[in-house]
C-alpha cells in the first residue's frame, strides 16, 4: 500500500503482491489529481479517506471511499492479455475508467437515482466527468475520439439490429435483462455521456457546472427521477433557444430511440435537412451554424423530422454547416 495526502483527503493505493504494481505509485499520483480536479469543480466529499484497490476483472466499481478499479489498469499496456491490447481497451484501462469510478464518489454516492429508469444518469454523469476530465488533462483530441468511438459503438449492428435500437436510456436494467451486458453497458454508459454532452453544448461549460452544484446540493439527501433532472437543467437552458423546458430534447434523447443521419442540401435560398434512419416520429432540434462569408459564424436551431426538412436561414447569411460530429449525436 501506498499513500499522499491530497488536501482535506488521505488517497491509499493498494496492490496484489502477487501482480506487477509497477504503476501503483502512478496511479496514486493519478487519483490524486482526478480528486482534486473534481473537488474544486464541484464540492469536497464527505470523506477524509480514499482507497483505491484492484478487484480481478475488466470493471470498476466505486463506493463512499472505496474504488475497485480493475487489475488491468495496474498492468502496463504491453503486459496486458493479447487480446485486451488494442487502442479502445487502453484508453478504458489506462483512461477512462479511474476517473469514472472516482467520480461516482459524487454521481452515484452524492446524487442518487430514485429508480431503474434513471439509474442512467449517474453512470452518465460520471461518464461525461471522466471525459472533461481527459480533455482538460490531454487535451481535446482524446475527448473527441472517445465520443466518436461512443457513436460507432451505437450504431454498430448486432445480429440485424444497431446497438442503441434495443431501448432507450431510461429502460435502465430492461435492457440488461432482453438484450444483455453489452447493449445494456453501451446505452446506459455511451449514449448517456453524449446526452450530457449535447446538453452542455447547448448551455456552456460554465452553465453545466452550477447546473451540477444545484444537483448535488438540493439532492444529496434525496434520490433524483428524470423529471426532476429535467426540471433543473432546464433551468440554465439559454433564453434563446428553443425547447428551454427540455421536454423533446428528454423525450428525443431520454425517452426514445433512434440516431438520425443528417444531410445539409440546396442553396441559401432553398436549404434543407435530410434527415434519415430513424423512424417518422423522431424529431429534434439541430444546431446549425451559419456566416455572411466573413467573421465568426452564428449558431441558429432549426426543429426537424424524418424527411427532408426546408429551412429559413436569417437574411444575409449564406454559409452554413451541421454541427461537428463531436458536438451532437449523428451520423453522416
Given at each position: ?90 484508453a478504458f484501462f489506462s483512461e477512462l475508467l479511474l476517473p469514472h469510478e472516482l467520480a461516482h464518489q459524487w454521481w452515484g454516492n452524492i446524487v442518487r437515482s430514485a429508480d431503474y429508469r434513471a439509474a442512467w444518469l449517474t453512470e452518465a454523469m460520471a461518464n461525461d466527468s471522466a471525459l472533461e476530465f481527459l480533455g482538460n ?91 426532476e433532472f429535467r426540471n433543473v437543467a432546464s433551468q440554465f437552458v439559454p433564453a434563446d433557444q428553443p425547447d428551454r423546458s427540455l421536454t423533446m430534447f428528454f423525450d428525443t434523447w431520454v425517452y426514445s430511440t433512434g440516431i438520425p443521419k443528417l444531410r445539409l442540401a440546396g442553396s441559401a435560398a432553398h436549404l434543407e435537412v ?59
Amino acid at each position: 500500500m501506498t499513500a499522499a495526502q491530497q488536501g482535506a483527503y488521505t488517497v491509499e493505493c493498494y496492490a496484489n503482491k502477487t501482480s506487477s504494481t509497477e504503476l501503483g505509485p502512478s496511479l496514486l499520483a493519478e487519483a490524486s489529481k482526478i480528486l482534486d480536479y473534481y473537488t474544486q469543480q464541484w464540492t469536497p466529499l464527505p470523506l477524509h479517506t480514499l482507497a483505491v484497490t484492484p478487484i480481478a476483472g475488466y470493471f470498476g466499481q466505486g463506493f463512499p471511499g472505496l474504488i475497485y478499479l480493475s487489475s488491468m489498469s495496474y498492468i502496463r499496456p504491453e503486459d496486458r492479455p493479447a487480446q485486451l491490447r488494442s487502442p479502445r481497451t487502453d484508453a478504458f484501462f489506462s483512461e477512462l475508467l479511474l476517473p469514472h469510478e472516482l467520480a461516482h464518489q459524487w454521481w452515484g454516492n452524492i446524487v442518487r437515482s430514485a429508480d431503474y429508469r434513471a439509474a442512467w444518469l449517474t453512470e452518465a454523469m460520471a461518464n461525461d466527468s471522466a471525459l472533461e476530465f481527459l480533455g482538460n488533462e490531454k487535451g481535446q483530441e482524446i475527448l473527441d475520439q472517445l465520443l466518436l468511438n461512443f457513436r460507432n459503438d451505437l450504431t454498430a449492428v448486432e445480429k440485424g439490429k444497431s446497438m442503441e435500437s434495443a431501448g432507450p436510456v431510461d429502460f435502465g436494467e430492461r435492457i440488461l435483462a432482453s438484450d444483455g451486458l453489452s447493449r445494456w453497458h453501451t446505452i446506459t454508459y455511451e449514449k448517456g455521456a453524449w446526452i450530457l454532452h449535447m446538453l452542455r453544448e447547448r448551455v456552456g461549460d460554465q452553465a453545466f457546472r452550477q447546473m451540477q452544484l444545484r444537483l448535488l446540493n438540493d439532492y444529496k439527501s434525496k434520490p433524483i427521477t428524470n423529471d426532476e433532472f429535467r426540471n433543473v437543467a432546464s433551468q440554465f437552458v439559454p433564453a434563446d433557444q428553443p425547447d428551454r423546458s427540455l421536454t423533446m430534447f428528454f423525450d428525443t434523447w431520454v425517452y426514445s430511440t433512434g440516431i438520425p443521419k443528417l444531410r445539409l442540401a440546396g442553396s441559401a435560398a432553398h436549404l434543407e435537412v435530410d434527415v434519415s434512419g430513424v423512424d417518422d416520429d423522431f424529431t429534434a432540434d439541430v444546431p446549425i451554424a451559419c456566416s455572411a462569408g466573413t467573421g465568426k459564424p452564428t449558431v441558429h436551431w432549426f426543429r426537424v423530422s424524418s424527411g427532408p426538412n426546408p429551412i429559413d436561414i436569417p437574411e444575409g447569411l449564406a454559409h452554413c454547416q451541421l454541427p461537428a460530429p463531436t458536438d451532437f449525436l449523428y451520423v453522416q
